[in-house]
DNA sequence: TCGTTTAGCTAAATTGTTTTAGTTTTAAAG
DNA sequence: CTTTAAAACTAAAACAATTTAGCTAAACGA
């Protein structure tokens, strides 16, 4: 697999000049170097003529710096994170950035192994949708001065930037909207996970639940085995509350999968339970009876993201103060009975 | 940002030895280089105890290879795409490879770009889902030695490695369950690209309906304005087409707008229009009336490509004789009529 | 005892770039 | 006709690994 391409050296040899001369050209040093308009002139036709393009092994290692952003997500199958995906992507590559992706899988072995990879491979800077137990691994690279921002949840015991929405208000809202509804036993279905993305949305529907004097319902999925225990724990939590009217989900795929459970049960929708999901997507946009969706600003985080991401690699260091923001989440009305927004 | 990372040179120089000698103990060949066990040892125990990790850079730019594999798709935010993409970059991962991704949002620049900035970052092996026009970079890499693998489409006018679905059968089935149903004005909803595998979808359409002696209705849907015309001309379609009595689309994000289409104007399915879809998804499963799809078997697909990439990989030169799959894809019967499959 | 093997290790080149600390040449100043 | 300064360029080190070719010392055989 022997490849000649074409190097510095090729082109120094070449036009009879320096390696020095040349680099300082082709990264536009060359005034600043007072390397003469004409040789300049000359280096970059005869570079265009050849076809010549950097290798950036070879940059890396002497700059420290590979114009690689890390990206590590819970699962880029998940449309959620696909989405955020691409529209980190179009901003990195608008920068200049190229990103180097791996899904976790929520598994925090496999999380560690990720970011040490990515060090090794010397990614400039990190965007990391943590796993839990994770707080060392990124206080180290904070430590090691290497940029981070977290999205869609963070670690408390860790100061690091971070970009998410305002999850209590958001579910606060979306449960407030049954409420007002006229509904009076809401249930919560949500996941065991400890992520503070998950426990802002339970304290969101607890504050609700408390300051219109309801009764609780929560159904906790395991979230490793969410796959084979939706289904039967939520059949199981409906026979066992007959009283619920109304449902809040927690994350998209628990809506999703729990609305395909509600669908086979024949529960009527919203007569009979109300539905609101946490997270709006495809499905849910073209799902019947509407559903009333907690819609994240996807746009607006991936730019904040970059942007925080960028203004730290630009300064050459992590910055000391950290950067926390909160976004508001916008509920979007689909029930029938509501004009669509 | 400075890193003080520990090199091979540190630890050499702690221990006493040559760089040589570490590299070969790293890199198991202790036995074959004839380094006594104790040494060995030794070796092993004090990298252990200092945490060391290879630079993948340096190792990259003396070995040719960096284990890394350049993903090109559409548009990672496509469901379609973030599944298979989690696919592979799952089964990368299992073999010792990270994914570096792009989208190239249909633009063939923007694709050429792509693969020049891979190459320039040295990736092993390419994953591409080519665009129009991309021909000759694509033979280039081949004649570089360079393993890739298209998927989705394939270009015909080079010889490449493809794995993708059976398109025409895919689709002839899909319009032939339409048929079988009864119906007599089957439309397909398509786009104007002439993509292969949208290609090859035409002909199973077309083909259905020359069998049949049916009349053809085909819409095609600019894709560069998809978004801003599927409404409008799918309207205009059908108002000018009173008798269509079922509707094929002829992709995912067609099912879905279109679909969306339908619902606002209060079409009547599947009794007044049915409809079958092309590549199915969260978004249809969940919807009702059950939507027949065509299911396209990713796993498989995932790791036919990842197989046929380390094979390249693994052989070290790009193998002469080309693998050409199509797989057949699954209709899921989701009429209100049939059994769920 | 001398030559040959073999075990066990290493010096140094190599990869392609950036960058520091110059050197040489030319022009201006004194 | 020096000295000084500026202009235009370059030699060589550095980055962190891999790898080729070879070196030294011990063991072995005749």
Redo the contacts with the bound molecule.
Sequence with gaps: MKRN?I???DI?KAL?????????I??GKAEE????A???ERVLAYVKEVG????Y???G???GKTNTIGFIVENIGNPFFSQIASLIEEQAYNNGYKIIYSSTNGQTEKAVELIRMFRDRGVDGYIICPTEGLEDEIKQLREENRPVVLFDRYLPMIDSHYIGISNEDAMYEACEHLANKGKKHIALITTDSQQTQMLSRLEGYKKLIKERKLEEYILYIPYKERKERLQSDFEEFLKNNPTIDSICFATNYLAVGGLEVMRSKKIKMPTKVAVVAFDDNEALRLFQPGITAVEQPLEEMAKLIIDRLLLDLKLGKVNDKTFHKELPARLILRDSTEKLV
Tied chains: 1, 2.
Excluded: E
């Design positions: 391409r190097s510095i050296k120094s009879g000049l320096s390696n020095t001369t040349i680099s300082f082709l990264n170097m007072r390397i003469s004409q040789v300049a010549y393009t950097p290798n092994l070879a940059r290692l002497v700059t």
